[in-house]
Antibody, heavy 120, light 108 residues
Framework: QVQLVESGGGLVKPGGSLRLSCAASGFSINDFYMSWIRQAPGKGLEWLSYISTTSNFTTYADSVKGRFSISGDNARNSLYLQMNNLRAEDTAIYYC?????????????WGQGTLVTVSS | DIQLTQSPSSLSASVGDRVTISCRASQFISKYLNWYQRRPGKAPNLLISGASSLQSGVPSRFSGSGSGTDFTLTISSVEPEDFATYYCQQSFRTPPITFGQGTRLEIK
């Protein structure tokens, strides 16, 4: 059974850093591109980043480029999001998801999310 | 970047009603359009991919149609568990992967 479990969220001050983790089970993170998506309070879904199956290609939304970094650890079968220079507008629930591509591409499996609050 | 505009932003319906939600892309995206349902406190759930392909386990009352720039999600007869927020998302030209702003389906 495919499962994604995020962790690492919490309260952090503006300008601070946080590292989110996403533990995968039931599949290998090498099988899919992996992605981070967030939802701020009262807002819609926002894609942030994805990483290729071999971890040699990453891409980011403009809103987090230069501040966030995605990475994967095959041995731990886990995905990470290093978030630096956090701002109040980064307050959101952060989800990891598989970016599954066949005839088309979509977010097939999602974690339950971890809440990040940026506030002084 | 490709922008997706959903309409309406919210709607009220009764159990048993037929409901349609629209998603319009700012440019041609062929059939590369997916629909998700998000219930409060739950992770988003993929309903439809490729504009009209129903995902395994998704009730047949859900259907999707459209191509090019205009797409529709239809619920043929709303059930209580369908009251949620629905999002469209395009995969035609990425990055960035973009979502619509969401449509909240509320109980009348």
């Amino acid at each position: 059974q495919v499962q994604l479990v995020e962790s690492g969220g919490g309260l952090v001050k503006p300008g601070g850093s946080l590292r989110l983790s996403c533990a995968a089970s039931g599949f290998s993170i090498n099988d899919f591109y992996m992605s981070w998506i967030r939802q701020a309070p009262g807002k819609g879904l926002e894609w942030l980043s994805y990483i290729s199956t071999t971890s040699n290609f990453t891409t980011y939304a403009d809103s987090v480029k230069g501040r966030f970094s995605i990475s994967g650890d095959n041995a731990r079968n886990s995905l990470y999001l290093q978030m630096n220079n956090l701002r109040a507008e980064d307050t959101a629930i952060y989800y990891c998801a598989t970016w599954t591509c066949g005839a088309d591409c979509y977010f097939k499996y999602w974690g339950q999310g971890t809440l990040v609050t940026v506030s002084s | 970047d490709i922008q997706l505009t959903q309409s309406p932003s919210s709607l009220s319906a009764s159990v048993g009603d037929r409901v349609t939600i629209s998603c319009r892309a700012s440019q041609f995206i062929s059939k590369y359009l997916n629909w998700y349902q998000r219930r409060p406190g739950k992770a988003p759930n993929l309903l439809i991919s490729g504009a009209s392909s129903l995902q395994s386990g998704v009730p047949s009352r859900f259907s999707g149609s459209g191509s090019g720039t205009d797409f529709t999600l239809t619920i043929s007869s709303v059930e209580p568990e369908d009251f949620a927020t629905y999002y469209c998302q395009q995969s035609f030209r990425t990055p960035p992967i973009t979502f619509g702003q969401g449509t909240r389906l509320e109980i009348k």
